[in-house]
C-alpha cells in the first residue's frame, strides 16, 4: 500500500518544499494513484484501455503525459483516459483524500452498492407502475366491454 499522509498532501502546496521532497510526494502520490486506479477502473477494450490523470492531453503525437497538479487536484483527482468506466454510481472523479485514507475500498464499495440499490428501487416503482397501468386499462377495458353493444363492439378493436 502506497498512502501518502495528509501531512505530506499538504506540504506540496507549501512555498517551503523543495524539488527533491515535491518529486518524492509525488512519486507517492502517482503510485497510490495506479493503485487505486487498477481496483477502481474497469477497462472496457483490454488492448486499448488506458488511464492518466485527467490533464492528460489526448493528443497522440504530443508525448505528454498526465501529471498530479495539487492545486487542481486539491479536493477530487480526475481520471482521463480511453476504453475504461468507474464503478457504477461513480464519475471518473476520485476523492483527494483516498490518497491517504485505508478504508477508501469500503467507501467506494458501499457507494456502489447505496447506487445499485437506489437502481433496484428506481426499477422497481417503474415495474409497479407499468402494472398498476396494465391493470387499469383491463379494468377500463372491461367496463367498455360491458357498457357496448354487440354491433358496437364489432366497430372497435382495443390496443393491446
Partial sequence: MAAIRKEQFDSLL???ITKKQYDA???LVDTRFTEICEQFVHK???DRS????GNVPYDADSGLVGHFDPER???YIAIGGEYIEPPDGYDLDIPTRWLWE???KKEMLAEVRKFRKEQAEKKETAKQKRE???QRRTELKVNILKKLTAEELKAIMFKS
Fill in 132 to 134: 398498476a397501468l396494465k
Fill in 102 to 104: 485505508k478504508d477508501w
Fill in 25 to 27: 510526494i509525488v512519486s
Fill in 50 to 53: 488506458w488511464y492518466d490523470y
Fill in 14 to 16: 507549501s512555498n517551503t
Fill in 73 to 75: 487536484y486539491k479536493d
Fill in 44 to 46: 472496457t477494450d483490454a
